[in-house]
């Protein structure tokens, strides 16, 4: 049993690159030792931006799996599974729906962002307001309560937080909530029970934040309390309702931020990637042609690494000797521009070469790319049936 659930997702838009692996894969790599973890593929959310060209999504969905796989994401450790087969996301998008301000919805930043940057395009669409809550929904659904996140996320993290909040507001007033939650708290044992009552006490009166997450954790270990048990403790704790829907934290990645081969964001639009599965003579030759310092015309021209794009990427693959000798022997024309490339070029090959065989492996056998989602796919399924049910039930559709 894990504390915490882990969710995050990713639109199929193409083939990734060195800056989605430093600024996000490596950081799932991480954490599926040491969470539980559920990672996506956002395939409704990339067709609320490009509705008009869906066959390019379809191409692009095993492949992205492909290079997860690649980049480490253990199928063994990580549930890795495709949004649009958990038509169960879609549920809980329409019923949120039903009481999400709009302004809540026009008040978060990317909205205005994304419609001005994709300016050709019509975003004004249902589908594109919606996308924020579609990602709450996707969050919601398996009461994830660690999300990782790029710092362009986290208006859409506390969004979803304000709708858990109002979610169990509304739907978590259970009649006799107070006398239900007490009788559950009985459950506890009489040690546990008192300890539980006052930290709640200490937390209400107080607004102590330690008594808080004390008693959460008091309850987190609690293995034989019933769900419906579990929800009234942690909402009497927070004066709430029952806590059905789990308010989630952004789990801010500190994203090595990659710089492209021309010293931007690494990023396809700016043609500066290095892709995970480029072929080594390829990523050799995209570095040894890689601007440099302009004023190293001649080798003889000394130059300043902090003008150089090359020396961002010592930044990331080399060490303090290896940067000091970049370092003095740039700024004293000791060295020409492609002697100082090449432990750069070696650095990345070594750590795209592991990346390159697994992806080789996992290419040539499709089917185990396709059972291996199929079974992601039907894992989730499972855990949003559980929401879904809570759901329902709370919003008085349950019809059995
Ligand atoms: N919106 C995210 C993006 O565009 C992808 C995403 C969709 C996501 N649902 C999510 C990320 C849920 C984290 C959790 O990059
Ligand atoms: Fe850039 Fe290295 Fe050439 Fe200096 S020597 S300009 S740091 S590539």
């Not at 739907?171 to 006799?176: D, H, N, T, V």
């Not at 009489?190 to 997450?213: M, P, S, V």
């Amino acid at each position: 049993m894990y504390a915490n659930r882990v969710l995050s997702g990713m639109r199929p838009t193409g083939k990734l690159h060195l800056g989605h692996y430093h600024g996000v894969l490596k950081n799932w790599v991480q954490l599926q030792h040491e969470h539980e973890c559920l990672f996506f593929v956002a395939d409704w959310h990339a067709l609320t931006t490009l509705y008009d060209s869906p066959q390019m999504i379809q191409e692009h969905i095993q492949e992205m799996v492909v290079d997860w796989l690649a980049a480490g994401v253990d199928p063994a450790l990580s549930t890795v599974f495709v949004q649009s087969q958990v038509p169960e996301h879609a549920e809980l998008h329409l019923l949120l729906s039903m009481f999400t301000p709009l302004g809540w919805l026009e008040r978060i930043p990317t909205y205005k962002d994304q419609q001005e940057k994709l300016g050709e395009k019509d975003l004004s669409t249902y589908g594109f307001l919606g996308y924020p809550l579609l990602q709450s929904a996707d969050i919601l659904i398996y009461r994830a309560n660690l999300v990782p996140v790029g710092e362009d996320q986290v208006p859409h993290i506390e969004f979803t937080r304000e709708i858990a909040r109002r979610f169990n507001h509304l739907y978590g007033r259970e009649p006799g909530f107070e006398q239900k939650a007490e009788a559950a708290a009985k459950k506890l044992g009489n040690k546990k029970a008192r300890l539980y009552d006052e930290l709640r006490t200490r937390y209400q009166e107080q607004g102590d934040d330690e008594a808080l997450e004390a008693a959460r954790a008091l309850l987190n270990e609690q293995q034989s309390l019933s769900m419906g048990d579990r929800e009234r403790l942690f909402g009497y704790l927070e004066g709430s309702g029952k806590m059905i829907l789990t308010e989630p934290q952004a789990l801010l990645t500190v994203a090595s931020r990659l710089p492209g081969l021309d010293g931007q964001k690494m990023s396809k639009s700016y043609h500066n990637t290095i892709a995970l599965r480029d072929a080594p003579e390829d990523v050799s030759k995209k570095i040894r042609t890689m601007p440099t310092d302009p004023a190293r015309v001649r080798r003889t021209d000394a130059g300043t690494p902090e003008k150089c794009p090359v020396w961002a990427l010592h930044q990331v693959y080399s060490d303090d000797a290896v940067r000091q000798w970049v370092h003095d022997s740039c700024s004293q024309a000791k060295i020409g521009c492609l002697e100082c490339k090449q432990p750069v070029v070696d650095a990345v090959l070594a750590e795209l070469a592991p990346m390159q065989e697994r992806a080789a492996y996992y290419h040539e056998t499709p089917s185990l790319i396709r059972n291996l989602i199929d079974d992601g796919c039907e894992k989730a399924r499972e855990l949003a049936r559980d929401t879904m049910r809570d759901v329902r039930q709370a919003m008085g559709l349950h019809f059995d």
